[in-house]
């Protein structure tokens, strides 16, 4: 008996000092994955709270624990509102990583750790105007249209898809109808993930115009002159066909999500990458790439400070996108890849503005023809533009020709972002139609059947 009892002792402190061993390497040496489960937990929590307003235990279970990988539902969070922070761990205590917000440039995720160096950048403050009596886009009041059928399209939960949070619909130039999701509004902004590319390119497309940019321009950073990245040119980066090495796979470590999550320089470790195919032949779907060409538009601005301002002073301000926030990394460069959030109703904004050819209240804010250039088909791609544009809608990136086959107009073209989030322009139609949502793409969702049903009940 008594042996038998030394045996069960010496078995519990076995268990004991394996479960220690664990918790003391979870804790000293996380591995990657934690890191990146953690450092996305604590982002999205952080900018959906203190951007959106919304509840930090609803974003944690609703947006990043449900729809995400499993590890993720072993995350806990801590809100500090006080100090601007959100931290995460799994079950609070492993891999931790924090994000902070700064005034102008949203949240951040801070991989080093270092708070107060993150939080000593600061971005140009939200310049909201008063509520204007006019309709949108000068204003906010919507003229929304009575028509039935029209209703009907966006009151069908197959059309407007599963995880609805907003639909705007745009025709000449006027809202006409509009739905949003259980617990958000008009006024709630929203992330338009990849949608953030298009913007982005538009901002570059400001720096093109003042002569600061040119799309010929090569030897884009300096390590890359020595070798063969220095045949890159900025047009081969806006069509995503730099050639260079980056694993857009989400769901994992894989180059985008150690990028977002793990590196406080994001440009440094995108334009860190080394070549692995000819450049401008082929065709790589890249956010290192979008948020390398934020780095290159900041820089091509020079001054810091002005830079950190010139997304609200040359493209939001103008366009009335009082809601949008381009967050920045740590460091202070755009994520122009990812992380812009703007109310529905200032994603139509932008939407509208790339149907007028990037003219504003009559003002030019890009040269003229830029934005047919950004939409014509990218030399290594039938199916992506020029500057950062989708020709084809969701789930038909591979299949040109696809929009048109499915009774679409010929010049329909997209914005497109993870999880559900579209624009469509439709230019012969004078429409534009935003849906935002939480909709993996394992749902398998298609937007293209509500447009087509909406450009018929528009005609």
């Known amino acids: 008996m008594r042996t038998v009892l030394r045996l069960v002792k010496w078995l519990v ?8 061993a664990l918790a003391a390497w979870l804790y000293l040496a996380p591995p990657e994955l934690i890191r990146v489960g953690s450092g996305y937990s604590a982002k999205i929590v952080c900018s959906n709270v203190f951007i959106a307003g919304r509840d930090a235990n609803e974003v944690l279970a609703v947006d990043v624990q449900a729809p995400g990988h499993p590890l993720l539902r072993l995350m806990r969070i801590s809100v ?37 160096a993150a939080k000593a950048v600061i971005g140009a403050a939200l310049t909201p105007a008063p509520p204007l ?30 995880g609805m949070r907003a639909v705007v619909v745009v025709k000449n130039g006027r809202i006409v109808a ?14 338009g993930w990849s949608m953030t590319k298009t913007v982005n390119a538009a901002i570059v497309g400001t720096l093109v115009k003042d002569g600061k940019m040119a799309m010929t321009n090569q030897g884009l950073f300096g390590p890359w002159k020595t070798d063969g990245r220095a045949a890159i040119s900025l047009a081969d980066m806006m069509a995503m066909s730099s050639g260079l090495e980056f694993n857009e796979e989400y769901g994992d470590v894989a180059d985008v999500t150690r990028m977002l999550y793990l590196e406080p320089d994001m440009a440094g470790f995108a ?25 290159l538009w900041q820089d091509a601005i020079g001054d ?7 997304p609200r002073v040359a493209l939001f301000d103008p366009l009335g996108m009082q809601s949008a926030v381009l967050e920045a990394d740590e460091h202070g460069t755009f994520v122009g890849s990812s992380h812009l ?35 014509e088909a990218a030399p290594a791609s039938k199916v992506y533009g020029r500057g950062q544009l989708w020709i084809e809608g969701p789930g038909d990136e591979e299949s040109p020709g696809a929009g048109t086959a499915a009774g679409l107009p010929g010049d329909t073209y997209w914005m497109e972002g993870h999880d559900g989030q579209t624009i469509a322009i439709v230019p012969s139609e004078q429409l534009v139609v935003v849906r935002l949502g939480l909709t993996p793409a394992k749902l398998g969702y298609r937007p293209q059947t509500m447009l087509a049903a909406l450009v018929k009940a528009l005609q």
């Open 271 to 295: 334009g860190s990458k080394p070549l692995t195919g000819e450049v401008g032949k082929m065709f790589s779907y890249s956010s290192g790439t979008a948020v390398m060409l934020s780095r």
């Open 13 to 20: 402190g076995l268990v004991v000092l394996a479960v220690a």
């Open 80 to 116: 500090d509102k006080k100090q601007g922070t959100v931290s995460a761990g799994l079950f609070g205590v492993f891999g931790k990583s924090v994000a902070v917000v700064r005034d102008g440039l949203g949240c951040t995720s801070v991989p080093d750790g270092n708070v107060t």
């Open 178 to 191: 509009e739905r949003y999701g259980d617990g958000f509004t008009e006024k709630t902004p929203l992330l």
């Open 304 to 310: 810091k400070n002005k830079a950190l301002a010139w």
């Open 341 to 375: 959030y703007a109310t529905a109703r200032d994603w139509a904004r932008f939407g509208q503005f790339l149907l007028q050819d990037g003219v504003w209240n009559g003002k030019e804010i890009l040269t003229a023809g830029f934005v047919n250039w950004m939409r």
């Open 133 to 162: 009596d006019a309709l949108w886009p000068d204003g906010d009041k919507a003229d929304v249209s009575q028509n039935p059928e029209i209703e009907q399209i966006l009151d069908d939960p197959a059309m407007t898809g599963p």
